[in-house]
């Protein structure tokens, strides 16, 4: 897909949590991407040269990506092929189902398409692809309350003409439809090599039908949410455009999705190689979508590694202004005997403070920062940018 329209835009305050907390068995789930496997994705897809909707190229990519599902546990009862054509092509999109513990009937859809145009089309969508593959390959026996699609969708290039059939055959071939809660649409975030690719977009519904536009703004604040809480990424809006998820919402269904932000010329020509984009925003981008994910499917919170917000009258009583922040951030709290620690997203400890209020922070560089604000053995974490 290449966007047309992206002058909506609006910036998304790295600050902007509304309900929503940081909770560490989520971060580490997403810091179990690698860029090892992202890079592996990346040229394995890429090695099947053109993969148009209906040829062999096509088929292989196909082929290749049942048996990644496989390799990751996934039986072959949880996948399916979905034969479909039109537009004069003939092709299959993949869907696998991870089922829910809560709500087997109700469906978070990840999704993106694996047809390229002319060329291998490593951005796009090989990087939606590979994200797809390691929130697939990680969540795979995490309990989620909801169930999740991964559906690697055909015929985008074309006309949309996969998630069209999807729709048309799968969603409304039951009375009443499927029961979708959000339809998470991951196309063409490679970013372009030598640039700073430090933002994403994040796509929200402004078509009509309209009805469904409001619930798509809130899932799509909560996606530039889970941006913020799990990955170095900043965020902007951006309307959602021609891509898999437009069916989906035609269909009245509530849809977000991610695009990149800086745009790159070389899809649909046979120079979207691996060497014309960048695969640690793909990482980047990688870790926000599992973030988001596990938020949307409600992924189960291991015991072993909690929730850094373990106290909501606590979460309740903390602000941090400025933020960004450049020499100092202030912390608004109730009480003493609190400690707070400025960490980098590897984890690693950057500064530590006790009983302090105003934080001097002139040192760091610019940056995303996480900052956990602890007392009573309950602690809450908040995003901090620095920037000067």
Request: proline residues 4%.
């Amino acid at each position: 897909m290449i966007k047309k329209v992206l002058l909506l835009g609006a910036v998304v305050s790295s600050f902007l949590y509304n309900s929503q907390t940081f909770i560490q068995s989520y971060q580490d789930r997403a810091n179990l991407i690698t860029q090892s496997n992202i890079n592996t994705n990346l040229t394995e897809f890429a090695s099947f040269g053109v993969k148009k909707t209906g040829s062999v190229a096509n088929s292989n990519a196909l082929n290749w990506l049942k048996s990644k599902y496989l390799s990751f546990g996934y039986s072959a009862s949880d996948i399916v092929e979905d034969p479909w054509t039109g537009g004069g092509y003939t092709s299959k999109n993949l869907v696998v189902t991870k089922t829910g513990t809560l709500y087997p009937n109700k469906y978070v859809i990840v999704c993106g398409h694996f047809d390229t145009i002319a060329g291998p089309g490593v951005n796009d969508n090989g990087s939606g692809v590979s994200i797809i593959l390691e929130i697939a390959r990680i969540l795979k026996d995490i309990p989620t309350d909801y169930s999740i699609r991964f559906i690697n969708f055909s015929g985008e290039e074309q006309g949309l003409y996969g998630s069209q059939h999807y729709v048309d055959n799968v969603v409304n071939s039951t009375n009443p439809k499927m029961d979708i809660k959000v339809v998470f649409n991951i196309d063409e975030v490679g970013g372009i090599a030598g640039l700073l690719n430090d933002t994403v977009f994040c796509d929200r519904d402004q078509s009509w039908p309209s009805g469904n536009n409001a619930a798509s703004a809130q899932i799509t604040q909560e996606l530039a949410n889970c941006t913020a809480l799990y990955s170095p990424l900043m965020t902007e809006f951006d309307p959602a455009y021609a891509s898999d998820y437009v069916p989906f919402q035609e269909n009245g269904e509530i849809i977000t999705g991610f695009y990149e932000h800086n745009i790159s010329n070389y899809p649909h020509t046979p120079n979207d190689t691996y060497a014309n984009m960048d695969p640690v925003y793909v990482l980047n981008v990688g870790k926000a979508a599992l973030g988001a994910v596990q938020h949307f499917a409600v992924a189960k919170i291991s015991p072993d590694l909690g929730v850094v917000d373990a106290g909501q009258n606590l979460n309740d009583e903390i602000s941090l202004y400025p933020n960004p922040a450049q020499d100092f951030v202030n912390i608004g709290i109730k009480g003493k005997d609190f400690q707070t620690i400025i960490s980098d997203f590897s984890g690693k400890t950057v500064l530590k403070f006790e009983n302090e209020q105003s934080l001097d922070v002139s040192k760091l560089p610019n940056g995303n920062y996480l900052l956990t604000v602890s007392r009573n053995g309950k602690s809450v974490t908040r995003k901090l940018m620095i920037k000067k």
